[in-house]
């Protein structure tokens, strides 16, 4: 198992940049995930590390040794990818095997190895079929199977259960899982779903425009976003934004005035300055449906969405859309007029020009993870 | 294209004009052919005769014997098979490399080459003979099946080029990175893992090459003049000696010509249909 | 466990990757080396060589030609009647040619793109012609275009084609439908195997759309095929028209220029030149003007097309 440093690393096409300065240091036995909307670069970067893209400039090191000369073959690393890439004419074990058969591994060992990992992944009764002779599922787990027998320094993963339907999805999420506590690799997972990212990073690299957003632990990155980008893509549903201006009410409290005059009360912001052009975010599960207009503002109720055990409601708040997630059952109706109210020590400010967070004034110092 | 909706009697005219139309063709490309078997088997002394029958009143084989045992076919039919498949092997390796590298790779180069490729499917081939011949003679590749092998070669591999690249495009990239993180280099990975993946292609390739080196006429005339180098067009000519132009011994040589060409054809085209689409599905 | 790294002797400061991108740059140049080699040897080097002689006196029965004549063959070209005719004869054997092998081929193609009972023989005979050897359908052809030992002269006049039994090949009007029908039968195959690839690389759910959206199998046809085929359609045309006007087998074969030239196309009469009369340099510079009417031709044909896409979009 090994460490992975990236360095200044710099990735264009002729004339295009795709990567501006990418710096990350991954410990070893970490599970990484890189996750951002499509042609943020994490592929590219994810592609960079195995050697199948060349790097413009920067280092990346593997265990210490920087690998930029290294063919993909020399780097001692495993990949999974989207489409499996399985060989279609040989069977599951010599799929399996074949990166050991190159290395001329006498075959008893190739075949240990491939029974244990076979076991492990469920695959045993599957060994002498074709691979399309397999369900998608199955197919994903001979594609993480070939990977693992390799007992490589590292694992990447290009965006591995995209092709899956959403159930399968959900399990292999777990098994991925379970397989890397039992395993201890050091592993970098590419995704666009934020609930992959969310349930299995160790630390989530969120990437937007070939740059690094923010580095965090899925709580971190969730609790305290780095910019509205990351608020905005991170959590399900989506956090809420509204425009407004900053105001310092006495020495202790502050306000957001929104468009339509209303005052948001939140925590004063530390680096914040009177009339500032700011955005609020606030996550649906921090907004609550209040009894009257003493503590809330009012809203018209658009659309309600039972789901069980949770209810989102959209409403109209100074002539923008606002979710709310609530566990109580609705007693209103659509077109109808309700009072919500916002959750002072919960909400975000960010500076609309720069898209920054503010952080509150009496949040320790130090704590951004991220550019 | 569906077909809801339509009555019976529609589905009767349709299915059978279908069926007619195909009929039409397959006699419009098959009629030729059996022509060319009637005049074989026809003797001699009838052939003119008797011209215009569908079949003549008497069948002989003699022109097949006369041509398997007392003319040089034989051998000119040997030189075509060693010309025809060693062009369409050699063709087929060089057009793979060169169809994998404009399928995998982007280079600035391969504009230019592809162009070139492109200007030299346009000129009457009947110009360079001379400026070939001038180049080969010193080289002794003259009145030779290597000489002949090596011009073909080069006729070939811009289109056969063409088919390879279609059928590599069917192939997924990931296939050969995933060898690539296992351990092999990419060369490796071409050959144990993307080649064989491409069998019809190859096949196709080589069926197109031989077909089109085994019936070449001008070069095989032009650049070769002894006896044991001919092929068997030339061979084909020379039936048609200065005193009678023995028709049905040279429709007797051309059917035995015939066979390996058609039989070989018959057996890749499937391929080729099959892979063109391949490659246009992937775009 | 780490394989070794050649890193170890260069200096920290390094920047990307460089002796691999060397490596990623002529890596693609190895592979496609065999194939130049062979093209600039063979083809292209002679090429130039055969453009030169335009410019030459060069006379094989001649020993002393070989100098130089300026443009003294273009000169003669202008004024060459038998030129100017196998150059409206080209044009006559190019699009006469090209129109039934096209439009026959894509109506074999569309028969073919469906599935009924001995397909994969019918597929399997029907492109045999393109297997045969051309200069032997040519003869073929020629046996059965006479009179004498050929059926089709007979046909011809009891369809009320012609008033009684002849050889098309010696009369000086009919000559050119000869070469032009045997080489339909040798092309068809090239335009079936080619469009019927296209036609099956259509997605059948954009058929099932327009039939439940109520389209006829006319409209379907106008709305969806011909679009998806337009690209094949247009590459396939081009390459053909140039491939048949370079294609002098079959008229040599048949009829060799005759009757009275009246089936000499510029390609055959090359071959003439060069081979009858062994004048290398006027056959030259016939070929070369040949070269770059085709040449005009090809990148108009290119040109039209970028206009078109670019229309589209």
Same mark, same amino acid.
């Given at each position: 198992?090994?460490?992975?440093?990236?360095?200044?690393?710099?990735?264009?096409?002729?004339?295009?940049?795709?990567?501006?300065?990418?710096?990350?240091?991954?410990?070893?036995?970490?599970?990484?995930?890189?996750?951002?909307?499509?042609?943020?670069?994490?592929?590219?970067?994810?592609?960079?590390?195995?050697?199948?893209?060349?790097?413009?400039?920067?280092?990346?090191?593997?265990?210490?040794?920087?690998?930029?000369?290294?063919?993909?073959?020399?780097?001692?690393?495993?990949?999974?990818?989207?489409?499996?890439?399985?060989?279609?004419?040989?069977?599951?074990?010599?799929?399996?095997?074949?990166?050991?058969?190159?290395?001329?591994?006498?075959?008893?060992?190739?075949?240990?190895?491939?029974?244990?990992?076979?076991?492990?992944?469920?695959?045993?009764?599957?060994?002498?079929? @074709?691979?399309? *002779?397999?369900?998608? /599922?199955?197919? !994903?787990? +001979?594609?993480?199977?070939?990977? &693992?027998?390799?007992? =490589?320094?590292?694992?990447?993963?290009?965006?591995?259960?995209?092709?899956?339907?959403?159930?399968?999805?959900?399990?292999?999420?777990?098994?991925?899982?379970?397989?890397?506590?039992?395993?201890?690799?050091?592993?970098?997972?590419?995704?666009?779903?934020?609930?992959?990212?969310?349930?299995?990073?160790? @630390?989530?690299? *969120?990437?937007?425009? /070939?740059?690094? !957003?923010? +580095?965090?632990?899925?709580?971190? &990155?969730?609790?305290? =976003?780095?910019?509205?980008?990351?608020?905005?893509?991170?959590?399900?549903?989506?956090?809420?934004?509204?425009?407004?201006?900053?105001?310092?009410?006495?020495?202790?409290?502050?306000?957001?005035?929104?468009?339509?005059?209303?005052?948001?009360?939140?925590?004063?912001?530390?680096?914040?300055?009177?009339?500032?052009?700011?955005?609020?975010?606030?996550?649906?599960?921090?907004?609550?449906?209040?009894?009257?207009?003493?503590?809330?503002? =009012?809203?018209?109720?658009?659309?309600?969405?039972?789901?069980?055990?949770?209810?989102?409601?959209?409403?109209?708040?100074?002539?923008?859309?606002?979710?709310?997630?609530?566990?109580?059952?609705?007693?209103?109706?659509?077109?109808?007029?309700?009072?919500?109210?916002?959750?002072?020590?919960?909400?975000?400010?960010?500076?609309?020009?720069?898209?920054?967070?503010?952080?509150?004034?009496?949040?320790?110092?130090?704590?951004?993870?991220?550019? | 294209?569906?077909?809801?909706?339509?009555?019976?009697?529609?589905?009767?005219?349709?299915?059978?004009?279908?069926?007619?139309?195909?009929?039409?063709?397959?006699?419009?490309?098959?009629?030729?052919?059996?022509?060319?078997?009637?005049?074989?088997?026809?003797?001699?002394?009838?052939?003119?005769?008797?011209?215009?029958?569908?079949?003549?009143?008497?069948?002989?084989?003699?022109?097949?014997?006369?041509?398997?045992?007392?003319?040089?076919?034989?051998?000119?039919?040997?030189?075509?098979?060693?010309?025809?498949?060693?062009?369409?092997?050699?063709?087929?390796?060089?057009?793979?490399?060169?169809?994998?590298?404009?399928?995998?790779?982007?280079?600035?180069?391969?504009?230019?080459?592809?162009?070139?490729?492109?200007?030299?499917?346009?000129?009457?081939?009947?110009?360079?003979?001379?400026?070939?011949?001038?180049?080969?003679?010193?080289?002794?590749?003259?009145?030779?099946?290597?000489?002949?092998?090596?011009?073909?070669?080069?006729?070939?591999?811009?289109?056969?080029?063409?088919?390879?690249?279609?059928?590599?495009?069917?192939?997924?990239?990931?296939?050969?990175?995933?060898?690539?993180?296992?351990?092999?280099?990419?060369?490796?990975?071409?050959?144990?893992?993307?080649?064989?993946?491409?069998?019809?292609?190859?096949?196709?390739?080589?069926?197109?090459?031989?077909?089109?080196?085994?019936?070449?006429?001008?070069?095989?005339?032009?650049?070769?003049?002894?006896?044991?180098?001919?092929?068997?067009?030339?061979?084909?000519?020379?039936?048609?000696?200065?005193?009678?132009?023995?028709?049905?011994?040279?429709?007797?040589?051309?059917?035995?010509?015939?066979?390996?060409?058609?039989?070989?054809?018959?057996?890749?085209?499937?391929?080729?249909?099959?892979?063109?689409?391949?490659?246009?599905?992937?775009? | 466990?780490?394989?070794?790294?050649?890193?170890?002797?260069?200096?920290?400061?390094?920047?990307?990757?460089?002796?691999?991108?060397?490596?990623?740059?002529?890596?693609?140049?190895?592979?496609?080396?065999?194939?130049?080699?062979?093209?600039?040897?063979?083809?292209?080097?002679?090429?130039?060589?055969?453009?030169?002689?335009?410019?030459?006196?060069?006379?094989?029965?001649?020993?002393?030609?070989?100098?130089?004549?300026?443009?003294?063959?273009?000169?003669?070209?202008?004024?060459?009647?038998?030129?100017?005719?196998?150059?409206?004869?080209?044009?006559?054997?190019?699009?006469?040619?090209?129109?039934?092998?096209?439009?026959?081929?894509?109506?074999?193609?569309?028969?073919?793109?469906?599935?009924?009972?001995?397909?994969?023989?019918?597929?399997?005979?029907?492109?045999?012609?393109?297997?045969?050897?051309?200069?032997?359908?040519?003869?073929?052809?020629?046996?059965?275009?006479?009179?004498?030992?050929?059926?089709?002269?007979?046909?011809?006049?009891?369809?009320?084609?012609?008033?009684?039994?002849?050889?098309?090949?010696?009369?000086?009007?009919?000559?050119?439908?000869?070469?032009?029908?045997?080489?339909?039968?040798?092309?068809?195959?090239?335009?079936?195997?080619?469009?019927?690839?296209?036609?099956?690389?259509?997605?059948?759910?954009?058929?099932?759309?327009?039939?439940?959206?109520?389209?006829?199998?006319?409209?379907?046809?106008?709305?969806?095929?011909?679009?998806?085929?337009?690209?094949?359609?247009?590459?396939?045309?081009?390459?053909?028209?140039?491939?048949?006007?370079?294609?002098?087998?079959?008229?040599?074969?048949?009829?060799?220029?005759?009757?009275?030239?009246?089936?000499?196309?510029?390609?055959?009469?090359?071959?003439?030149?060069?081979?009858?009369?062994?004048?290398?340099?006027?056959?030259?510079?016939?070929?070369?003007?040949?070269?770059?009417?085709?040449?005009?031709?090809?990148?108009?044909?290119?040109?039209?097309?970028?206009?078109?896409?670019?229309?589209?979009?």
């Amino acid at each position: 198992m090994a460490s992975i440093q990236i360095a200044n690393a710099r990735k264009s096409y002729g004339a295009v940049d795709v990567l501006h300065g990418i710096d990350l240091d991954i410990s070893d036995g970490e599970f990484i995930v890189l996750v951002g909307p499509s042609g943020c670069g994490k592929s590219t970067l994810l592609r960079m590390i195995a050697g199948l893209e060349d790097i413009t400039s920067g280092d990346i090191s593997i265990a210490g040794n920087v690998v930029n000369e290294l063919q993909p073959k020399d780097r001692d690393i495993a990949m999974v990818f989207q489409s499996y890439a399985l060989y279609p004419h040989m069977s599951v074990a010599e799929n399996m095997s074949y990166a050991l058969t190159l290395r001329k591994t006498p075959r008893e060992k190739i075949a240990d190895a491939i029974s244990g990992v076979a076991e492990i992944l469920g695959l045993t009764a599957l060994l002498e079929r @074709r691979p399309k *002779a397999l369900s998608g /599922g199955q197919r !994903q787990r +001979v594609a993480m199977g070939r990977a &693992i027998v390799r007992k =490589p320094q590292a694992f990447l993963f290009d965006e591995p259960l995209s092709n899956l339907d959403a159930r399968l999805r959900e399990q292999m999420r777990t098994e991925i899982r379970k397989l890397h506590r039992r395993l201890g690799a050091t592993s970098v997972y590419v995704t666009h779903d934020q609930i992959e990212a969310m349930t299995m990073a160790d @630390r989530i690299v *969120a990437m937007h425009d /070939g740059i690094i !957003q923010q +580095v965090g632990s899925p709580v971190e &990155i969730y609790d305290r =976003p780095a910019n509205i980008f990351v608020a905005s893509f991170i959590g399900s549903p989506a956090m809420n934004f509204l425009e407004g201006s900053y105001e310092q009410v006495g020495e202790n409290s502050a306000g957001i005035r929104l468009t339509d005059g209303a005052l948001v009360p939140v925590l004063p912001a530390r680096d914040a300055q009177n009339n500032q052009a700011v955005t609020l975010g606030a996550r649906p599960e921090h907004i609550t449906i209040v009894s009257d207009g003493k503590n809330g503002l =009012p809203a018209k109720v658009e659309l309600i969405e039972p789901m069980g055990l949770s209810t989102l409601v959209h409403v109209t708040l100074a002539g923008k859309p606002i979710k709310i997630f609530t566990m109580d059952r609705p007693d209103y109706a659509v077109d109808s007029f309700i009072h919500i109210a916002f959750d002072m020590a919960k909400v975000h400010v960010f500076d609309s020009a720069s898209e920054k967070r503010l952080p509150p004034a009496s949040e320790p110092h130090g704590d951004h993870a991220g550019q | 294209m569906t077909l809801t909706g339509q009555t019976s009697t529609r589905k009767w005219l349709y299915w059978g004009s279908h069926y007619l139309m195909i009929a039409a063709f397959v006699i419009f490309a098959l009629f030729p052919l059996y022509w060319l078997l009637k005049v074989s088997v026809t003797p001699n002394d009838i052939l003119y005769t008797e011209g215009v029958r569908m079949w003549p009143s008497r069948t002989t084989w003699e022109n097949y014997t006369f041509v398997l045992t007392q003319s040089n076919f034989p051998h000119y039919f040997l030189n075509s098979v060693i010309v025809a498949g060693t062009t369409a092997i050699v063709t087929t390796l060089v057009a793979a490399l060169t169809g994998y590298a404009f399928s995998r790779f982007a280079f600035r180069g391969k504009v230019i080459i592809v162009a070139l490729m492109l200007i030299t499917q346009m000129f009457p081939l009947v110009m360079l003979i001379a400026p070939i011949f001038k180049i080969l003679a010193p080289l002794g590749l003259t009145d030779s099946l290597t000489g002949l092998i090596i011009v073909y070669t080069a006729f070939n591999v811009p289109f056969a080029t063409f088919l390879m690249q279609s059928f590599f495009d069917g192939i997924p990239k990931d296939l050969e990175e995933a060898a690539m993180i296992d351990g092999n280099t990419r060369f490796e990975a071409f050959r144990a893992i993307i080649l064989p993946l491409t069998l019809p292609g190859v096949a196709a390739t080589l069926g197109f090459v031989f077909t089109a080196a085994w019936s070449e006429l001008l070069f095989a005339l032009m650049l070769v003049s002894s006896e044991s180098a001919s092929t068997f067009p030339v061979g084909l000519l020379s039936f048609v000696s200065k005193f009678s132009v023995d028709f049905g011994q040279m429709m007797a040589a051309g059917v035995l010509a015939l066979i390996p060409a058609c039989l070989f054809f018959l057996l890749i085209q499937r391929y080729l249909v099959q892979g063109l689409t391949a490659g246009a599905v992937k775009g | 466990m780490t394989t070794v790294t050649q890193t170890g002797k260069l200096p920290v400061e390094r920047r990307g990757g460089f002796s691999r991108k060397i490596s990623g740059i002529i890596e693609p140049y190895l592979y496609v080396s065999p194939a130049l080699v062979l093209i600039i040897a063979v083809m292209l080097m002679p090429l130039i060589l055969g453009l030169s002689y335009t410019f030459r006196d060069i006379r094989i029965l001649n020993p002393f030609s070989g100098g130089f004549v300026g443009t003294a063959h273009f000169e003669a070209l202008i004024s060459d009647q038998a030129f100017l005719g196998a150059l409206a004869n080209t044009a006559w054997w190019t699009f006469g040619s090209l129109l039934f092998q096209f439009s026959l081929g894509l109506i074999l193609a569309l028969l073919l793109n469906r599935q009924f009972l001995g397909r994969r023989l019918v597929q399997a005979l029907v492109f045999l012609p393109w297997a045969v050897p051309t200069f032997l359908s040519g003869l073929n052809w020629a046996w059965m275009f006479n009179p004498v030992v050929g059926p089709l002269p007979h046909w011809m006049t009891s369809l009320g084609l012609m008033a009684e039994p002849f050889n098309i090949l010696s009369d000086p009007d009919l000559a050119m439908w000869g070469p032009i029908i045997a080489n339909i039968w040798f092309g068809i195959p090239f335009f079936a195997i080619t469009m019927l690839a296209a036609l099956q690389s259509i997605p059948k759910e954009l058929y099932e759309a327009a039939s439940i959206d109520g389209a006829t199998t006319r409209q379907q046809f106008i709305s969806i095929t011909l679009p998806f085929l337009a690209p094949t359609i247009a590459i396939t045309l081009m390459l053909r028209t140039i491939w048949i006007a370079n294609f002098a087998d079959l008229i040599v074969v048949m009829t060799n220029g005759g009757p009275a030239d009246s089936t000499q196309i510029v390609a055959s009469y090359i071959f003439t030149q060069a081979f009858r009369r062994l004048d290398f340099g006027y056959a030259s510079a016939i070929a070369a003007v040949l070269l770059v009417l085709l040449l005009a031709y090809a990148l108009s044909v290119i040109a039209l097309r970028r206009a078109m896409t670019h229309a589209d979009s």
